[in-house]
């Protein structure tokens, strides 16, 4: 009996912190705090809600090449350390999240380059830049990830079919549309874009996408302030946003 009394007294003690825990979080006048409850802004809000956060960016910011895929809530950034990721194994792109239902959203290209989709890609794409804009003479890739329901129904458009050759599309070509699946998981996740710059491993292939190194910051690109380390609450065109080096 007394040790169930302890057992009981370390749960609520526990619970206790976590709640201490969870209003620092969400009262800290930081950015983290900020994050915070912008996140649970997009997540309990409705439509007028959810409407500030949204990032429409159809054209390219001045002195930036790419134009932003899909129109949505910028969640989870760069180098982003929060769940489901972590300071050792940070967000590989940015994730675009929709205020809309599966398959509605249109998804375009960010830029100019070929569209190739592997054998066994459901909701993915991928795209071959053959000369980086901002580094003349280096291949990059494009990935873009998500687009099919939670069933694996795919909303990529019937242009870039499994195992296609690749298909050379202009910036602002309709890709698909944003979806919710998530392979073989069982972690259900919110309707969105995964959105990453993929480098290329010298022999004309796209390297491992899951590795953080063999990524490049998006926000030079897009001329948004879409690096964790340097976020900005106003996810608007900016001057300079490179604030790590590619």
Same mark, same amino acid.
């Given at each position: 009996?007394?040790?169930?009394?302890?057992?009981?007294?370390?749960?609520?003690?526990?619970?206790?912190?976590?709640?201490?825990?969870?209003?620092?979080?969400?009262?800290?006048?930081?950015?983290?705090?900020?994050?915070?409850?912008?996140?649970?802004?997009?997540?309990?809000?409705?439509?007028?809600?959810?409407?500030?956060?949204?990032?429409?960016?159809?054209?390219?910011?001045?002195?930036?090449?790419?134009?932003?895929?899909?129109?949505?809530?910028?969640?989870?950034?760069?180098? $982003?350390? /929060?769940?489901?990721?972590? *300071?050792?194994? %940070?967000?590989? #792109?940015?994730?675009? @999240?929709?205020?809309?239902?599966?398959?509605?959203?249109?998804?375009?290209?960010?830029?100019?380059?070929?569209?190739?989709?592997?054998?066994?890609?459901?909701?993915?794409?991928?795209?071959?830049?053959?000369?980086?804009?901002?580094?003349?003479?280096?291949?990059?890739?494009?990935?873009?990830?998500?687009?099919?329901?939670? $069933?694996? /129904?795919?909303?990529?458009? *019937?242009?870039? %079919?499994?195992? #296609?050759?690749?298909? @050379?599309?202009?910036?602002?070509?309709?890709?698909?549309?944003?979806?919710?699946?998530?392979?073989?998981?069982?972690?259900?996740?919110?309707?969105?874009?995964?959105?990453?710059?993929?480098?290329?491993?010298?022999?004309?292939?796209?390297?491992?996408?899951?590795?953080?190194?063999?990524?490049?910051?998006?926000?030079?690109?897009?001329?948004?302030?879409?690096?964790?380390?340097?976020?900005?609450?106003?996810?608007?065109?900016?001057?300079?946003?490179?604030?790590?080096?590619?």
């Amino acid at each position: 009996m007394r040790r169930l009394t302890w057992i009981l007294l370390a749960l609520i003690v526990l619970l206790l912190m976590l709640l201490v825990l969870g209003w620092a979080f969400f009262n800290d006048g930081g950015p983290q705090g900020q994050r915070a409850r912008t996140y649970l802004q997009w997540a309990t809000g409705d439509e007028a809600e959810r409407a500030p956060l949204v990032t429409v960016q159809r054209d390219a910011c001045a002195g930036a090449p790419f134009v932003l895929p899909t129109d949505g809530f910028i969640g989870l950034l760069y180098g $982003d350390p /929060n769940g489901p990721y972590s *300071p050792s194994a %940070p967000h590989q #792109g940015i994730d675009i @999240f929709s205020d809309a239902e599966p398959g509605i959203m249109p998804v375009y290209a960010a830029y100019d380059g070929f569209i190739y989709r592997e054998a066994n890609w459901r909701s993915a794409l991928i795209q071959r830049v053959p000369n980086d804009p901002l580094q003349p003479g280096r291949q990059i890739w494009l990935y873009y990830a998500h687009m099919a329901d939670r $069933d694996g /129904n795919s909303f990529i458009e *019937p242009a870039f %079919p499994p195992d #296609g050759e690749g298909v @050379f599309v202009e910036q602002g070509t309709l890709l698909g549309y944003t979806g919710d699946y998530n392979g073989e998981s069982l972690r259900d996740i919110w309707v969105h874009l995964h959105f990453s710059i993929v480098l290329d491993d010298g022999s004309g292939r796209y390297t491992n996408e899951l590795e953080f190194a063999n990524t490049l910051d998006p926000s030079p690109y897009l001329g948004l302030p879409v690096n964790y380390v340097c976020r900005s609450e106003a996810m608007n065109c900016q001057a300079k946003v490179d604030c790590l080096s590619n």
